[in-house]
């Protein structure tokens, strides 16, 4: 989701317009396939026995033995088993799927970029036959790599390397054909990333309203309703192509907002909320540490902040990134942990991510939520029928 990491996991551009293929009709008879069992493992049950007592600890537990299904509020964030599984490939799709999540996220940029000196490589920099060569690696890097060889490694301790065994790579054709060919209705979020700064676009004349439309246009030509797409981007203007352009996949939209990771931004990227709404925009997506803050009578309890209240006022929905991305909770003040830093000072153990999950999905509301370990996210959306948003109620 963020924007700086990452870069060899970048998925290729498919630049072939053809004509569109016939829309297929959604599977919505196929939401709990029979043959298919979604499986959680073990870690809900590791979080859920950490927490403090509490009646939503009592609710979580009351759901130990419940049947889970797919649900569209489990988005799988680079696939959805990036904790341990490397990312944007085939095999995090398949897990973050087999672990509930109905809606499965890849990355897009454009095939043609140029690559500075240091480690960022771009899809541009080969063909789509070369790339398809690449392994994926785990999420993480070696700070004090002194070649590429050594940069390459560095995954955190809380990820693992069992699984980091050339992970496939894939295109977005690829990912909407893995998608769909998924038991089970599922859904995409695609993220157009915005090209590095050492990338200017128009690069050779490829403009980035074109990207933006090209990225639409596949899905397009693959006869995938609009109504399954959630594509996403943190550049506005992408978002208002969309919306201009293609208004049913423009309605769903998600408007990614990283404007307040300077704090001194809060205020303003609060404020404009009523505009974003009167322009059309109906989600806006911030990482969660702008949705929580400390409050309550004794000032030690999670509470919704006044982004996300000014977000609800609004009358827009909220999706939000990205859960099981931050290791251990007892590290998450002391290593200045980004997904927690608004709430750091009372945080210390690991049952608290259901607290923090339960103000984000009860008290706020948000329709659905990204996680790097879907099962996570799927065994609370199972637990309290969070079903995710409704794709087509936006248009
Ligand atoms: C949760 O884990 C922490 C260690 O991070 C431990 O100190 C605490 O006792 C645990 N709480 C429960 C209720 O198991
Ligand atoms: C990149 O663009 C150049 C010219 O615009 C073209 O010759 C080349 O084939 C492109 N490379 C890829 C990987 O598409
Ligand atoms: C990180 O890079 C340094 C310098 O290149 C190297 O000495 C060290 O072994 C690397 N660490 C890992 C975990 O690869
Ligand atoms: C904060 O706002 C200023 C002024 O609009 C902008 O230049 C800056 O990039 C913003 N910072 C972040 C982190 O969005
Ligand atoms: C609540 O606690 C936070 C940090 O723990 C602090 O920044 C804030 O000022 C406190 N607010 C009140 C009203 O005491």
């Known amino acids: 989701m963020r924007t700086s990491t990452s870069a060899l996991a970048l998925v290729a551009l498919a630049a072939n317009l053809a004509a569109a293929a016939p829309v297929k009709k959604p599977r919505w008879n196929e939401w709990v396939p029979e043959d298919y069992l979604v499986s959680l493992g073990v870690r809900p049950y590791y979080l859920i026995q950490n927490m403090t007592d509490s009646p939503l600890k009592q609710q979580l537990e009351a759901c130990y033995n419940k049947p889970v299904s ?32 109905g809606v499965l996220e890849t990355p897009f940029t454009p095939a043609n970029a140029t ?3 240091n480690a960022l490589c771009c899809t541009a920099d080969i063909t789509i036959a070369e790339y398809g060569t690449l392994c994926s690696k785990m999420d993480g890097f070696n700070k004090s790599a002194t070649n590429v060889k050594d940069y390459q490694h560095g995954t955190p301790s ?7 065994t050339c992970g496939q790579v894939m295109t977005l ?18 993220e157009l990333k915005t090209p590095p700064k050492a990338v200017p676009m128009p690069f050779n004349g490829y403009t980035q309203m074109q990207y933006a439309r090209d990225m639409i246009n596949t899905f397009i030509r693959k006869g995938i309703a609009p109504e399954r797409v ?13 919306l201009n ?84 909770l007892d590290n998450v003040l002391a290593d200045d942990d980004y997904y927690w830093e608004s709430i750091a000072p009372i945080i210390s153990y690991d049952g608290q991510a259901f607290e923090a999950l339960d103000v984000l999905g009860r008290q706020i ?3 659905g939520m990204f996680a790097d370990w879907s099962a996570t996210v799927s065994y609370y959306a199972n637990c309290f029928d969070l079903k995710g948003p409704i794709g087509g109620s936006y248009y």
């Not at 690829?174 to 998924?182: C, E, N, T």
Request: charged share 15%; net charge negative.
């Open 70 to 101: 797919i649900t569209g509020w489990s988005i799988g964030h680079r696939g959805g088993g990036t904790l341990q599984i490397p990312e944007e490939t085939t095999q995090s799709t398949q897990a973050g799927a087999r672990m509930g999540a």
């Open 115 to 117: 690559a500075p000196a």
């Open 158 to 164: 809380f990820r693992t390397d069992l699984y980091n």
């Open 173 to 190: 054709e690829s990912y909407i054909d893995l998608v769909d060919s998924l038991p089970g209705y599922r859904n995409y979020t695609p």
């Open 230 to 242: 959630w594509a996403q981007s943190f550049n506005p203007a992408d978002i208002y192509l969309w």
């Open 245 to 328: 352009e293609f208004p049913e996949f423009g309605a769903q939209a998600v408007y990614l907002d990283e404007d307040a990771d300077d704090a001194s931004n809060f205020t303003a990227a609060v404020a404009k909320m009523p505009g974003l709404k009167a322009a059309g925009v109906n989600i806006i997506a911030p990482p969660y540490n702008y949705l929580l803050a400390i409050g309550g009578p004794n000032n030690d309890s999670i509470v919704p902040s006044a982004y996300a209240m000014a977000a609800k006022d609004a009358g827009l929905d909220i999706i939000s990134w990205s859960f099981e991305r931050s290791g251990p």
């Open 365 to 367: 509301g948000i329709v």
